[in-house]
Structures are given as C-alpha cells and as structure tokens.
C-alpha cells in the first residue's frame, strides 16, 4: 500500500484547519492510498484519554460503519469525534441521552416514537407554511439597503421557524432557540468566547424549556407533535426528560445542519454563476440534494468498535474510535462523476450528506429538503441578481463544516 502523503501529525479533527477550510485534498490522498488510516492525537486534544481515531474515508467504508451498529457503536464514546481536552468524561457520559448517541434496541424504542412528527404526512402539512414563511424572510431581507448577512437574515430564519411549527415552540421564542444551539457547538471558536460551562448551561436550559413544554402538554393535550409524542400513553410515549434530549438534538440537526447547507448553496451558487442561472430558468428537483452533498454540513461523526474487526484492510481493535468522514465520502470518485463539480442536475446522487445509512439515518431528512428547495425557490423569485459582498467567515470547529457570516447584496 503506497504511503499517503500528508504532513506530520496532520489530524482531520483539527478545529483550526475546518476554520480555513475542509480537508479535500487531504481526504482524495488518504481515499487513493489509505483509506482506513489510524491519526494519532497526543494530549488528550479530543477529551477521550486515548491516542487517536481511524478516519475512515472511502463511501463504501463510512456506509459499511454506518450499517452496522453492532459493531461500530454510537453509545460507547458518543458521535462527537472531538470535544476538547478540558471535557470530564461524565459530561462526555451524559450525551448518551441523546438519541443521536444511543444504540439499538434503545434507539430504536426512541427513533419509533419520534418519527410519528416525521411522517410524509406530517411534513405535507407544513409544506403551504413553510412556503409562506421562505418567502417573508427574503422579503425581510430585501428591505435591507446594501449589503447584508445571509446567515442571520435568510439562511436561520427557516430552518428555526420549521422547528417552531413542528413541535408548537411559539415563533417568538426562536431566538432563544438559535442563541442555545449555537452557544452548544461553538466551544472550539475563540469569537464566541463560549466556554464548556456557558455550553453546558445552554443544553440545560434548552432541556429544561422543552421538558416544560412536554409537562404542559401531559396536562393539557393540544393537536401538535408535542402532544403526540409524550401523551400517547397507548402507543408508548418519550418522558419529559427524554423529550427535551430530543429537542436540544433538533435544534442541533434540525437548525445548525440546514442553515449551512442553505449557506453554502448559496456561496455556491454565486461562485457558479452558471448553476444559478440553470437554477433560475429550470428549478430542479435534484438541486437540494446536491446542495447538501457540496455543502456536508456535518464533516464528521465517530463510532467506537466493540470488538476487534477488519475494516479497509486494516486492523481495528475493540474501543478503537473510528471517524467516518462524510466531507471525503461525498467527494469520492468510485461513486461520483466529476466529485469536485457542483452540479445541480446530479442524478443519481447516493450522497452521505444525511448519514451513511442505517439506524442514523437522518430522520428529518424530507424536512430538510423541502426547507432548501423553498427557501432556494423564494430567492430566486425574489432576489434573482444576489452578489457576494465578502468571502464566508467559518466556524472554527472540529465537526461542524460551519459558516457564521456571508455578506451579500441585492445588486
């Protein structure tokens, strides 16, 4: 197996590179030459006590972990890949709670509950909404003289007013929602200054916001997914602390995940002038997944082996964490023509974009969709000559493939 040629100690979980930039070059390497490759951390830079992670790189590999949750687990370490070195391990410990870091068959009691809000029905029934709402954010926005940040005035707003009319969070509130999420992901950017305990306090009062909602709820049903999903007694049913773990883990994949897929489409969009135009004239329908296969909102998620296994040829042992990187699965050529081509008109396009398949797949992944191709099809209405103002200001963060300000204009 030829070596790959990547610098010393060069880790893709490295907050200050995903501040610059993703790894794709770094990543076509390791796919060409190896593509299961043990990085090693010293330190206890990720807050894990151990001495680093495979990072798993081709499609068919990040598919293969993603599928076989008896082998490679969410439960042990979390999905978190890195938290940073100051993380007490009770902390790391009591993300288990999520559901996004539980195992079969607990998660599958958790995920049979919670997808009664995801039914096609259920998100057919927000769609006129929501289409309302895309357009009176950009209207909103277009009421700006020059410049202004898409972030803030477009690319959030949907994805937060979504989850407001999903589970009945008056859109007043929203905020509070946004400021919680963003203070719960941005620990490793210095321009936030957040700290672990300023994190923690925000997931707490996130939890405690949503537990409430679900007591009120019990008490006093209403025709809303809240209700549906902890008062229904005869069908099973989340607890009020169950219930607010699931709304901090919405308000993280449901709102941080679709903001920047919306982000980047739309610094892609301006950066190819082409597509746009295409977009503009045709509205395909394949334009949200490609979107979101560029943009891979979410570059990695880890899982720990819980037995000695075989993977790429290489040899994983029992507690090894293994990071699947979806950023190098969505680019690699064994399963995309032309990769590095953002192409609106792809089809098929098997990307990893929400998960690699398996009992994580993304739950909310129609939800998504639709909230990329309103949101795309009401600038394009109404702002069709948008011009970027400045490059992207990224997210320094580990997993996260963030951006926290595009200035725009109207032309």
Request: aromatic share 8%.
């Amino acid at each position: 197996m030829p070596c790959p040629a990547l610098p010393e100690g060069f880790d893709f979980t490295d907050p200050d590179l995903l501040h610059h930039r993703v790894p794709l070059p770094e990543f076509a390497e390791l796919r060409r030459a190896e593509p299961v490759r043990w990085i090693p951390q010293t330190g206890n830079v990720a807050g894990f006590q151990d001495e680093g992670y495979w990072a798993v790189t081709r499609h068919a590999d990040v598919k293969y972990v993603s599928t076989h949750p008896e082998i490679f687990s969410s439960y042990l370490n979390t999905a978190i890949i890195r938290f940073n070195e100051h993380i007490q391990r009770d902390a790391i410990d009591a993300q288990r709670l999520i559901m996004l870091n539980m195992d079969p068959p607990e998660h599958t009691r958790v995920r049979q509950i919670v997808q009664r809000g995801f039914t096609p029905r259920a998100i057919r029934a927000l769609e006129d909404r929501l289409r309302a709402r895309a357009h009176a954010i950009v209207q909103g926005a277009l009421a700006h003289e020059g410049a202004f940040d898409f972030v803030t005035q477009v690319a959030c707003e949907l994805p937060l007013q979504a989850i407001a009319e999903l589970i009945g969070i008056p859109q007043d509130d929203r905020a509070k929602i946004f400021d919680w999420s963003n203070k719960m992901i941005a620990y490793d950017d210095p321009e936030y200054a957040i700290t672990e305990e300023i994190g923690a306090q925000s997931a707490a009062e996130l939890i405690a916001y949503a537990m409430n909602m679900a007591a009120e709820r019990k008490q006093c049903p209403a025709r809303d997914i809240v209700s549906t999903l902890v008062a229904a007694e005869d069908e099973g049913n989340l607890g009020s602390d169950e219930f607010g773990f699931f709304v901090l883990m919405l308000s993280v994949a449901g709102n941080e995940t679709t903001r920047n897929a919306i982000t980047h489409g739309m610094h892609a969009f301006l950066t190819h002038p082409g597509q746009w135009d295409l977009y503009k004239r045709e509205r395909p329908a394949t334009a949200a997944e490609e979107i979101v296969r560029w943009a891979t909102p979410v570059n990695a998620f880890q899982r720990t082996a819980t037995q000695d296994t075989e993977l790429g040829g290489r040899q994983i042992r029992k507690g090894d964490r293994v990071g699947i990187f979806y950023a190098s699965a969505n680019h690699d050529p064994e399963v995309f023509d032309h990769p590095d081509t953002f192409d609106i008109t792809r089809d098929p396009n098997p990307h990893l974009g929400f998960g690699g398949g398996g009992p994580h797949f993304c739950l909310g992944k129609s939800l998504a969709a639709l909230e990329i191709d309103l949101i795309f099809n009401a600038i394009a209405d109404a702002m069709p000559n948008l011009e970027l103002v400045g490059e992207p200001r990224r997210l320094r963060s580990a997993w996260i493939n963030g951006v926290k300000e595009l200035q725009v204009s109207t032309g």
